[in-house]
Every structure is written in structure tokens, then in C-alpha cells.
């Protein structure tokens, strides 16, 4: 069975920095391509950044400079560190297994004065 489970989400001034984790387990992790995706209230949901087996990323055009995706395939682990967080940065982030087709169950990223 397949799980994902973020975590490091959190309130933050705009202009401040947050890392999100994904641990993911029942996968073959180091094959998988892994991606970060995000949902502000009212909208939809949309890809933030994604990275895949051979650490090739893409990223949002809004996000790019801004955020870093990474993994760490001996912990199973994805990462985003996301710098210079602005308001319209808020929303609850996803991390998705492509490859597997599953989703986290989310952890909030508030950016607020």
C-alpha cells in the first residue's frame, strides 16, 4: 500500500523561508517521479515542481528562483525548500507519486504578515 505523509508545513511572514517533507513508503521510491503540487482556497489544484529518478526538475513558473526540489532516495524522502514565500504562496501543499498515482494528505503553508 502506498502512503506519502508531509509534514513542515507552517505561518510564515512573506519573504520567509519553509521546507516541506514527503515520506513515502510502499513504493519502489528511487524509480518513481515524484512532484509537489498545491491548492489555494477557491482554485484549483495545480503543479508546483516535479523531479524524477534522475533528479531532472521542472517547476511553476511562478515558483522558479524561488523553490527548490529535491529527494533523497536512501530516505525515501522529497523536499521543497521554498525561499522567499510571498502571500500568494498560500495553500495547502501535495506531494504526488506519478508513477503510483497517489497523493499526500496535505499540510498547510500560510503566508501572512
Known amino acids: 500500500q502506498v502512503q506519502l505523509v508531509e509534514s513542515g508545513g507552517g505561518l510564515v511572514q512573506p519573504g520567509g523561508s519553509l521546507r516541506l517533507s514527503c515520506v513515502a513508503s510502499?513504493?519502489?521510491?528511487?524509480?518513481?517521479?515524484m512532484g509537489w503540487y498545491r491548492q489555494a482556497p477557491g482554485k484549483e489544484r495545480e503543479l508546483v515542481a516535479t523531479i524524477n529518478s534522475g533528479g531532472s526538475t521542472n517547476y511553476l513558473d511562478s515558483v522558479k528562483g524561488r523553490f527548490t526540489i529535491s529527494r533523497d532516495n536512501a530516505k525515501n524522502t522529497i523536499y521543497l525548500q521554498m525561499n522567499s514565500l510571498k502571500l500568494e504562496d498560500t495553500a495547502v501543499y501535495y506531494c504526488k507519486s506519478l508513477v503510483y498515482r497517489s497523493w499526500g494528505q496535505g499540510t498547510q503553508v500560510t503566508v501572512s504578515p
Open positions: 510502499g513504493t519502489i521510491f528511487s524509480i518513481d517521479t
